[in-house]
């Protein structure tokens, strides 16, 4: 099955700080998306991006899917961010069935 | 107004027992799905069912049987448990192969502990 690879795993910013963080995958894709899992455990939809850019406020994501990557930036870092970043992608091989990164955990400190 | 509800929220339980947690959508998808969070927050897909076909990750255990008495429901029943299927276990959403893509929804996750 398709591979998907996040990084960093882990990542501490000071609030303000801006970060980029990446998820490769091993396929082509026709579905990408970037979920937010904040302290309490819920996973929030952030971004549905096969491809393309797009923006939310201080977040933005780019797919570059003929090069098999997605990059989620965070800009002017909050506590609030805090939490893990997940990726996951439905392969065009026909699954239908999304597959997750391992996420990266990040933390902003005040 | 909850999208994918699930239930319990939480849930302790002793080995050996037989337990079910419910999910219910009101998205109109077409297409559930049971993943597992284990602690290292690993979300890994159990099963997911669109329209009675039901695709199973081999490496679940027998077990682990979902039951969807329609689209919009897919509970998950767990015989026999053991401490390692303590995690948290999540149902989501999706309407499969539509052309803008099946953007995924998920519920808030069903803590289940077994002691």
């Known amino acids: 099955g398709i591979q998907v690879e996040q990084s960093p795993p882990d990542l501490i910013l000071q609030e303000g700080a801006n970060s980029t963080l990446r998820c490769n995958f091993s396929?082509?894709?026709?579905?990408l998306q970037w979920f937010h899992q904040n302290p309490w455990g819920q996973l929030i939809n952030l971004f549905y991006?096969?491809?393309g850019t797009k923006q939310n406020g201080r977040l933005s994501a780019t797919t570059v899917a003929t090069e098999r990557y997605s990059l989620l930036y965070i800009s002017s870092s909050q506590t609030t961010d805090s939490g893990v970043y997940f990726c996951a992608v439905v392969s065009s091989g026909g699954s239908y069935i999304p597959t997750f990164g391992r996420g990266t955990s990040l933390i902003v400190h005040p | 107004d909850t999208a994918v509800s699930q239930t319990p929220k939480y849930l302790v339980t002793q080995m050996g027992n037989d337990k079910s947690i419910k999910c219910e959508q009101n998205?109109?998808?077409?297409?559930m799905y049971w993943y597992k969070q284990d602690s290292k927050k690993f979300l890994k897909i159990m099963f997911s069912?669109?329209?009675?076909?039901?695709?199973i990750n081999e490496t679940v255990p027998n077990r682990f049987s979902p039951k969807s008495p329609d689209k919009a429901h897919l509970n998950l029943h767990i015989n026999s448990l053991e401490l390692g299927d303590s995690a948290v276990y999540f149902c989501?959403?999706?309407?499969?192969?539509?052309?803008?893509?099946?953007?995924?929804?998920f519920g808030e996750g069903s803590w289940l502990t077994v002691v």
């Open positions: 991006i096969p491809s």
């Open positions: 069912y669109n329209n009675k076909e039901l695709i």
């Open positions: 998205l109109g998808h077409d297409t």
């Open positions: 396929d082509s894709v026709n579905n």
């Open positions: 989501a959403s999706s309407h499969r192969g539509r052309a803008s893509g099946n953007t995924i929804y």
